[in-house]
C-alpha cells in the first residue's frame, strides 16, 4: 500500500504571496490531518477532516489556513498570504479507526 | 502549559545500551498514549501504542504506563545508531479518539 503522499516536498515563498500544499492519504483511511511543526511549538494541529467533513480547524489557524478536501483522496492546505512567521515543515497524516496515524514526508516551506 | 510533558530534552546512549523515555500527561482526560518516531527529513512513524496500566513489549520497545500518575515511558534496549531520531510522545481522550496532543519530543543520539 502507498503511504501519505505529501507535495512539493520544498516550497519558497515571497510574503504574501499563496502558497497550496497537496496531500493524498492512504487509501482507504478515512480521517485526514495537517499538522504544523517547528523546533519552538513542535506539532500543532491545524485541521482534522472524518469523512471528508472538517471536525476542526485548528482555532488560531483559522484567518489565513484553508484546507480542503475535494475528495476521499486529496486534500490541499492553501496560506494565503503567507508571512516568514509560517516557515515550518507541514505534515499530512491519515488514519482508519485505529487511532495510529500514518504520517507523510512532510512540505517543508520557507517564507522570505 | 503543554497537556504532554517529555523528558529529557535530548538524550546519548552508547551503542547497545537503553535509551528511556519520559512523559507526563497534566489533564487527567488524557490517558491514552502513542510513541511516535521521526528521523530527520521524514513525517513521524508509529512505534507502539499503550492504553492500559503495566508493561508493553514490542521487539527492542518496552512501554509502561502508570495511568493514576498519567506517567509513560518508552525503552529501547540495545540501541542502534538507527535509532537516533526524535520521538514524541503523544496523549488521546480515548482509544481511536483522534484530538491527540503531541509532546516537543526528546531527541536521542546513540553513538557508535
Known amino acids: 500500500d502507498a503511504g501519505v503522499t505529501q507535495t512539493p516536498r520544498h516550497e519558497v515563498a515571497e510574503k504574501g504571496q499563496t502558497i497550496i500544499l497537496k496531500c493524498e492519504p492512504v487509501?482507504?483511511?478515512?480521517?485526514l490531518f495537517w499538522y504544523r511543526q517547528t523546533k519552538i511549538q513542535g506539532l500543532e494541529l491545524l485541521s482534522y477532516?472524518?469523512?471528508?467533513?472538517?471536525?476542526?480547524d485548528g482555532g488560531a489557524f483559522k484567518d489565513r489556513f484553508k484546507a480542503e478536501m475535494l475528495n476521499s483522496s486529496f486534500s490541499t492546505l492553501k496560506i494565503q498570504p503567507t508571512e516568514p512567521k509560517d516557515s515550518a515543515v507541514y505534515l499530512c497524516?491519515?488514519?482508519?479507526?485505529?487511532?495510529?496515524?500514518?504520517f507523510g514526508e512532510g512540505s517543508k516551506l520557507t517564507v522570505l | 502549559q503543554q497537556k504532554v510533558q517529555q523528558s529529557p530534552e535530548s538524550l546519548s546512549v552508547p551503542e547497545g545500551g537503553m535509551a528511556s523515555f519520559n512523559c507526563t500527561s497534566s489533564?487527567?482526560?488524557?490517558?491514552y498514549f502513542w510513541w511516535y518516531r521521526q528521523h530527520s527529513g521524514e513525517g513521524p512513524k508509529a512505534l507502539m501504542?499503550?492504553?492500559?496500566?503495566g508493561d508493553k513489549k514490542e521487539g527492542r520497545f518496552t512501554a509502561h504506563l502508570n495511568k493514576a500518575s498519567l506517567h509513560v515511558s518508552l525503552h529501547i534496549r540495545d540501541s542502534q545508531p538507527s535509532d537516533s531520531a526524535l520521538y514524541f510522545c503523544?496523549?488521546?481522550?480515548?482509544?481511536?479518539?483522534?484530538?491527540?496532543?503531541f509532546g516537543a519530543g526528546t531527541r536521542l543520539k546513540v553513538i557508535a
Open positions: 477532516f472524518r469523512s471528508k467533513s472538517l471536525m476542526e
Open positions: 501504542s499503550i492504553f492500559s496500566d
Open positions: 489533564d487527567r482526560n488524557f490517558q
Open positions: 503523544a496523549a488521546s481522550e480515548r482509544t481511536g479518539n483522534y484530538k491527540y496532543v
Open positions: 487509501s482507504g483511511h478515512n480521517d
Open positions: 497524516a491519515s488514519s482508519k479507526n485505529t487511532g495510529q496515524l500514518y
